[in-house]
Nanobody, 124 residues
Framework: QLQLVESGGGLVQPGGSLRLSCAAS????????IGWFRQAPGKEREGVLCINHYGSSTNYADSVKGRFTISRDNAKNAVYLQMNSLKPEDTAVYYC?????????????????WGRGTQVTVSS
């Protein structure tokens, strides 16, 4: 069974950090592009960051520039989203998604597999 599972979410104070993980089972991520998306209550799902199969990243959210980074560890079959200097407006459910094309897109239909998401809440 092909599956993506996110972990690492939680409650954090403004200015804090979290590291989200996206682990794959049933397939290897080596040739996939992996995107992180987020969806806040009442808002559309938006792209955050993506890493292609070459290891190059693309940022889709200006608001996270300089604060969030994406990385992948093919040996562990996982992709990570490091989030620093978190703000209340970063509160959302964060999803990872895999694209067979191997190339990044901020367009959700471009992705073939999705995880169920992990909640990130930034609040004092």
């Amino acid at each position: 069974q092909l599956q993506l599972v996110e972990s690492g979410g939680g409650l954090v104070q403004p200015g804090g950090s979290l590291r989200l993980s996206c682990a794959a089972s049933g397939f290897t991520l080596d040739y996939y592009a992996i995107g992180w998306f987020r969806q806040a209550p009442g808002k559309e799902r938006e792209g955050v960051l993506c890493i292609n199969h070459y290891g190059s990243s693309t940022n889709y959210a200006d608001s996270v520039k300089g604060r969030f980074t994406i990385s992948r560890d093919n040996a562990k079959n996982a992709v990570y989203l490091q989030m620093n200097s978190l703000k209340p407006e970063d509160t959302a459910v964060y999803y990872c998604a895999a694209s067979r094309s191997g190339f990044c897109s901020g367009y959700t239909p471009s992705y073939d597999y999705w995880g169920r998401g992990t909640q990130v809440t930034v609040s004092s």
